[in-house]
Antibody, heavy 121, light 110 residues
Framework: QVQLVESGGGVVQPGSSLRLACAGS????????MYWVRQAPGKGLEWLAV????????YYADSVTGRFFISRDNSKNTLYLQMSSPRLEDTAVYYC??????????????WGQGTLVTVSS | QSVLIQPPSASGTPGQRVTISCSGS????????VYWYQQLPGAAPKLLIY???QRPSGVPDRFSGSKSGTSASLAISGLRSEDEADYYC???????????FGGGTKLTVL
């Protein structure tokens, strides 16, 4: 069955950097677009970024453009989110998710369990 | 404030039918499909409805979706205690290649 396991969360200082990873298994990782979505404590879901199956098409939410960077390594079945200069308001559970197909137009079908990132000095 | 507007809360008693609305605009919902996700307490979201009114396998037919113009609705019939969760609508903006979620609706089963 499809499994998405996020890692790399923790406490990070404002202005530093952090890289999240998401390992996919139970499916052909290279064939599917992937997403990052976050949820601040007690708040709703916020779409952050999407990357196509081949990595050639990437789109970001305005809130993270220029600060966060999504990438993937299909040889390792792994999705990444590089967080640069995190802010206090970036504190959230970060979910990795898999799309229905390979293009970024495909909707989210499967979700990981999330990893908590706390930005604090 | 999300561009997709949902009521913050909804409630019903077991067996009732409850409807959750999702209001958008010509840029959001008006030109693309609507999706619904269910998030049970302490859990990750789960796909509930895709492409306005389609149910993934395993989702009970008590759940149904619809879309009209720039609004969409999720209906839950035969309400059960296990339906108590947060529900989110979502859609895509073709012009920006971006996705957006509604603010979420917390459903309470009284």
């Amino acid at each position: 069955q499809v499994q998405l396991v996020e890692s790399g969360g923790g406490v990070v200082q404002p202005g530093s950097s952090l890289r999240l990873a998401c390992a996919g298994s139970g499916f052909s990782f290279r064939n599917f677009a992937m997403y990052w979505v976050r949820q601040a404590p007690g708040k709703g879901l916020e779409w952050l970024a999407v990357i196509s199956s081949d990595g050639n098409n990437i789109y970001y939410a305005d809130s993270v453009t220029g600060r966060f960077f999504i990438s993937r390594d299909n040889s390792k079945n792994t999705l990444y989110l590089q967080m640069s200069s995190p802010r206090l308001e970036d504190t959230a559970v970060y979910y990795c998710a898999r799309a229905l197909g390979g293009s970024t137009e495909n909707f989210i079908v499967y979700w990981g369990q999330g990893t908590l990132v706390t930005v604090s000095s | 404030q999300s561009v997709l507007i949902q009521p913050p809360s909804a409630s019903g008693t077991p067996g009732q039918r409850v409807t959750i609305s999702c209001s958008g605009s010509s840029s959001y919902i008006g030109t693309d499909y609507v999706y619904w996700y269910q998030q049970l307490p302490g859990a990750a979201p789960k796909l509930l409805i895709y492409r306005n009114d389609q149910r993934p396998s395993g989702v009970p037919d008590r759940f149904s979706g619809s879309k009209s113009g720039t609004s969409a609705s999720l209906a839950i019939s035969g309400l059960r205690s296990e339906d108590e969760a947060d529900y989110y609508c979502a859609t895509r903006d073709d012009s920006l290649s971006s996705w957006v979620f509604g603010g979420g609706t917390k459903l309470t089963v009284l």
